[in-house]
């Protein structure tokens, strides 16, 4: 495999350089306007042009680490965000500002909140059954106001508000799925740097290859 993607790597360089001296040498009569034309024109046909089999088979190396990358950039809005908002309008402004993600974000919050809270209770023994009971029974959007009715004098070791605590949890669990985004990136990296090619020039193909051009 890294044999093959080294072979391709190394014949589309040479198909790039065979085209660049070839347009050298048609270049040599141009005057600077009719140069500057036909470099606009060539950059344009550049992005719409069929790309080779060649550059297609190389630019399969990045699926996964585009991928990737796509979803670590997200979590790192994501957590802007979160940090941002009033827990109770984390979500609406999640939806809002990403209205191409399709995902049940209060679940999802919830769902971290009752992990971290079991283990507070279960685990490291700090916090009453009572408080996880409700937390379990109400939904997300409102259990700051519930549980501060139901624990009115309730702060951490460190004077933190529960809708503190609760913000810090989301976070953590962000800061968790950016650092396991960044390792399966460097990950992919390792596989292009082990084939003996550059990363950051099969990113290239492969934005070129899926008209990611911006």
């Not at 070839?22 to 009569?29: A, M, Q, R, V």
């Not at 941002?84 to 999802?108: G, Q």
């Not at 951490?156 to 605590?165: A, I, L, P, W």
Request: hydrophobic share 40%; net charge negative.
């Amino acid at each position: 495999m890294a044999d093959d993607s080294k072979k391709l790597y190394m014949e589309i360089q040479m198909e790039e350089l065979k085209a660049s001296l070839l347009d050298g040498d048609e270049d040599e009569d141009l005057d600077p306007l009719e140069q500057m034309m036909k470099e606009q024109a060539a950059s344009k046909k550049t992005k719409v042009n069929v790309n080779s089999e060649k550059e297609k088979e190389l630019a399969k190396m990045y699926i996964d680490a585009y991928a990737y990358e796509q979803e670590l950039e997200l979590f790192e809005e994501e957590i802007a965000v979160v940090k941002a908002n009033d827990l109770k309008d984390i979500a609406t402004a999640l939806r809002t500002e990403f209205p191409e993600v399709k995902r049940d974000y209060e679940a999802e919050f919830k769902e971290s909140l009752i992990i971290a809270w079991t283990h507070n209770v279960d685990v490291k023994q700090l916090r009453p059954q009572e408080q996880l009971d409700l937390i379990k029974k109400t939904e997300f959007t409102e259990v700051v106001k519930a549980f501060e009715t139901s624990f009115p004098d309730y702060k951490t070791d460190f004077d933190v508000t529960f809708e503190k605590e609760v913000k810090l949890v989301l976070v953590k669990k962000l800061e968790m799925l950016i650092g396991i985004k960044k390792d399966e990136i460097e990950e992919e990296l390792d596989v292009i740097y082990i084939a003996g090619i550059k990363p950051s020039y099969v990113k290239r193909i492969y934005k070129q290859v899926n008209g990611l051009w911006k």
